[in-house]
T-cell receptor
Framework: DAGVIQSPRHEVTEMGQEVTLRCKPI?????LFWYRQTMMRGLELLIY????????DSGMPEDRFSAKMPNASFSTLKIQPSEPRDSAVYFC???????????FGSGTRLTVV | AQSVTQLDSQVPVFEEAPVELRCNYS??????LFWYVQYPNQGLQLLLK??????LVKGINGFEAEFNKSQTSFHLRKPSVHISDTAEYFC????????????FGKGTRLHILP
């Protein structure tokens, strides 16, 4: 299995632009998670899906952030408009079952200038 | 609500010396516990997990952790570290029989000194 695949690996964008981050979970994993990692806040859970349905989005910082999972093999995290404080590494992770732990993707390093 | 405290943000240790990374959790219900490792510019990788049973859990790369319910701790240990163990280590908790959400600690950066 190729693992959790995220794209792009790096994204540099100007303030105010729309940014879309993509994730392909491991086949057969029915839960998907989006995390943000910064030096100041560490790893923050933004949102997670179970069977393509959003279960908990309480970590989404504000309305500029949105996430979708149209099918079991694809999810997006969108920021519109982007701001410099959104600069971070965004990780996607998936799991097949409670207690198994997550498999993480390699992350997308987002820089908003 | 559940929380995880990693008491040390950084731990320096000489190569081939033993190391212990400390983790305490807070929860009013039964939990699953995890340790993850993050190498530079990579995602997190599962080192080991405690679900139930024996309180001593062995993981990859020679690491082990011990679950102590009375002290609500899950410390990570390795008897002899190698330069390749330089990384950040995250302790994490999820609630048993509730949902898949995992809460992570802030991490401990392990520095291996030559």
């Amino acid at each position: 299995d190729a693992g959790v695949i995220q794209s792009p690996r790096h994204e540099v964008t100007e303030m105010g632009q729309e940014v879309t981050l993509r994730c392909k979970p491991i086949s057969g994993h029915n839960s998907l998670f989006w995390y943000r990692q910064t030096m100041m806040r560490g790893l923050e859970l933004l949102i997670y899906f179970n069977n393509n349905v959003p279960i908990d989005d309480s970590g989404m910082p504000e309305d500029r952030f949105s996430a979708k999972m149209p099918n079991a093999s694809f999810s997006t995290l969108k920021i519109q408009p982007s701001e410099p404080r959104d600069s971070a590494v965004y990780f996607c992770a998936s799991t097949e079952r409670r207690g198994y732990g997550y498999t993480f993707g390699s992350g997308t390093r987002l820089t908003v200038v | 609500a559940q929380s995880v405290t990693q008491l040390d943000s950084q731990v320096p240790v000489f190569e081939e010396a033993p190391v212990e990374l400390r983790c305490n959790y807070s929860s009013s219900v039964s939990v699953y516990l995890f340790w993850y490792v993050q190498y530079p510019n990579q995602g997190l990788q599962l080192l080991l997990k405690y679900l139930s049973g024996s309180t001593l859990v062995k993981g990859i790369n020679g690491f082990e952790a011990e679950f102590n319910k009375s002290q609500t701790s899950f410390h990570l240990r390795k008897p002899s570290v190698h330069i390749s163990d330089t990384a950040e280590y995250f302790c994490a908790v999820s609630v048993r029989n509730r949902d898949d959400k995992i809460i992570f600690g802030k991490g401990t950066r392990l520095h291996i000194l030559p």
